[in-house]
């Protein structure tokens, strides 16, 4: 019984590795070809990538910006409930603003797009490569890899941190509201303590962890689109492994990003 | 027309050389060593039943599925060691309509035809929209540029993977059941169109098929796909002329031999607990 389970433990963990060697693979080759592509006579579709942060973008910002004020929100309640009991109620703005810049704001983003553009990028390309239109490209002499993966994973990695930026501005909006509306804070006091306590430092360190997230959504979107085989029910499982593939990454990249910044900073 | 000799033919002056191709799926063997010839100009049509593998030989053909064992030589290159670069060349002077179509979903017709062009060529917009009216009208899709592959029924599907085919004006044509889902008087046009490209661009075709009337009406020379093998390939009057009994059986249309398949049906409808083969098919 035990030795089974351990069995099908093992039997997993390699099955997780040669999927992240897939992904390795995928990211080198979707690497070389915007690197080297650009001198071999296939330059990175720029436009087509542009395509893709707007579409990116615009699927997951209503969704963003709600979220991102309820967080915003939720934060300055919960953060004056834990410093009343210090007396520092005055440190509820620099709490929001720190903790929204440095990682709420890059994680939740990157979980929301990871259900809304990741999702929607491999159920694309899944269903391309099912109805062989991937096939198709390649007949033609179009390379797959330059003409769909790149654009993709350069828009995710653009439009991630963009997202995040505008992110932190609507969860610093939402605690700001709470904090003036319910806990008294008066409005120009907080504005001031969340200036005063953000450093540049702690706005990039989130863009950092936005860009990382990004790079991470587009390759495991497009590894599992192409990899899609079957019909229209691999399709929707290409996409749901997607999802929960992509939050699991994103959140153990997200401890090793910020182990990193608390070293450099320490 | 005079018959090939039959004396082995440098690779170079054939359009397409296929060597011994193997190809299986887990245990399902595909092909077992198929052998297969084309000349330039010339229009080979590849028969076989459903199922027999001819859609993967196409496959292995234009190096979308690579063998277990075997080569495959277009134009004296062989596709399966030439560098990317020499292969995005050579697949520009090939063209290929998908069984399914393979239509892009999210492009109209017409961006589905241009894409080659603006893929390959510095032609102008214009000059371009004015091609892609040329290869739809070609197969009388004139009205539906703008329209998108969900919109379209199964045949005009059909056309247009083919028009797309067409776009560069490829040297070897490849067609998987060009004519399947199509209504006789289109199939016999499209037929049509095919000999009509042979004789004035001197295009090479290799179409599947499964309709034996078009298939007799275009080919030079047919082969008959049969359990991996290429059983025969011959031309229309000696293939039409041939004795071999798994030949005339695909060509006189008839099924399966009798008792075969009422014992097949018995053991189907009595032995339940016993699972025939039905499940892998
Ligand atoms: N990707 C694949 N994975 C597993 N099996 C496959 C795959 N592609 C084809 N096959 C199997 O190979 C065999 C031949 O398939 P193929 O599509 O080449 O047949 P076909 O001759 O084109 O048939 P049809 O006339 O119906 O199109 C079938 O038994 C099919 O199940
Ligand atoms: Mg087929």
């Known amino acids: 019984m035990f030795a089974d389970a351990l069995g099908r433990t093992g039997a997993l963990l390699l099955d997780r590795l040669a999927e992240t060697g897939r992904l390795w693979s995928l990211a080198l080759i979707a690497g070389r070809q915007t690197l080297v592509g650009p001198f071999r006579g296939t330059p990175v579709r720029v436009g087509e990538a542009c395509r893709q942060v707007i579409r990116s973008g615009n699927q997951s910002l209503p969704l963003v910006s709600l979220i991102a004020a309820l967080i915003g929100g939720i934060l300055a ?21 720190i903790s929204v810049t440095r990682e709420l704001a890059p994680l939740m983003t990157a979980i929301l797009v990871a259900g809304r553009a990741g999702s929607a990028i491999a159920a694309e390309l899944g269903t391309m490569k099912v109805s062989e239109e991937i096939d198709a490209l390649t007949v033609i002499g179009v390379d797959p890899i330059s003409y769909l993966v790149v654009p993709r994973i350069l828009g995710l990695l653009i439009a991630v941190p963009c997202l995040t930026l505008f992110a932190d501005l609507i969860a610093v909006v939402g605690g700001l509201l709470v904090g003036v509306l319910v806990l008294d804070i008066g409005i120009g006091t907080y504005m001031a303590d969340t200036v005063a306590s953000l450093v540049m430092e702690d706005l990039w360190g989130g863009v950092l962890k936005a860009f990382v997230f990004g790079g991470i959504i587009g390759l495991v979107a497009c590894q599992q689109g192409l990899s899609t085989r079957g019909g229209a029910q691999a399709v929707g499982r290409s996409t749901t492994t997607t999802v929960v593939r992509s939050i699991v990454l994103i959140i153990a990249a997200d401890l090793f990003v910020t182990a990193l910044l608390y070293v450099r900073n320490a | 027309m005079t018959v090939a000799a039959p ?72 596709i399966f060691a030439a560098s990317e670069s020499r292969l995005v060349r050579l697949r520009q002077r090939l063209g290929m309509a998908f069984q399914s179509s393979a239509l892009f ?166 032995d339940e607990d016993e699972p025939g083969e039905s499940g892998d098919g």
Do not use: W
């Open chain 1, 77 to 97: 309640l919960q953060s004056a409930y834990q410093l009343r009991q210090l007396g520092a109620e005055n440190l509820v703005a620099d709490l929001v603003a």
């Open chain 2, 105 to 270: 979903g999210s492009m109209t017709l017409g961006q589905n035809v241009d894409l080659p062009l603006s893929e390959f060529t510095e032609l102008p917009e214009s000059t371009r929209e004015i091609i892609v009216d040329i290869k739809l009208a070609l197969v009388g899709l004139e009205g539906a540029v703008d329209r998108l592959p969900a919109q379209l029924s199964g045949g005009m599907k059909k056309r247009a993977a083919f028009a797309r085919a067409m776009a560069l004006d490829p040297d070897i044509l490849f067609c998987d059941e060009p004519s399947a889902g199509l209504d006789p008087v289109t199939a016999a046009g499209l037929d049509r169109l095919l000999l009509q490209l042979k004789s004035v661009f001197g295009i090479t075709m290799v179409v599947v098929t499964h309709e034996l009337a078009s298939a007799f009406a275009i080919a030079d020379r047919l082969a008959l796909i049969h359990k991996g093998r290429v059983l025969i390939t011959d031309t229309p009057d000696k293939v039409r002329a041939c004795t071999d009994p798994i030949v005339r059986q695909f060509l006189d249309r008839e099924p399966e031999e009798i008792e075969d398949s009422h014992e097949r049906f018995r053991q189907f409808m009595l």
């Open chain 2, 7 to 78: 004396a082995p033919r440098a690779t170079d002056d054939l359009a397409i050389r296929v060597c011994g191709i193997h190809k299986s799926f887990g245990d399902t063997v595909v092909l077992a060593g198929v052998d297969l010839e084309v000349e330039h100009g010339e229009t080979l049509v590849i028969l076989g039943g459903s199922g027999s593998g001819k859609s993967t030989l196409l496959r292995c053909m234009i190096g979308l599925e690579k063998p277990d064992q075997g080569t495959v030589h277009i134009q004296g290159t062989d």
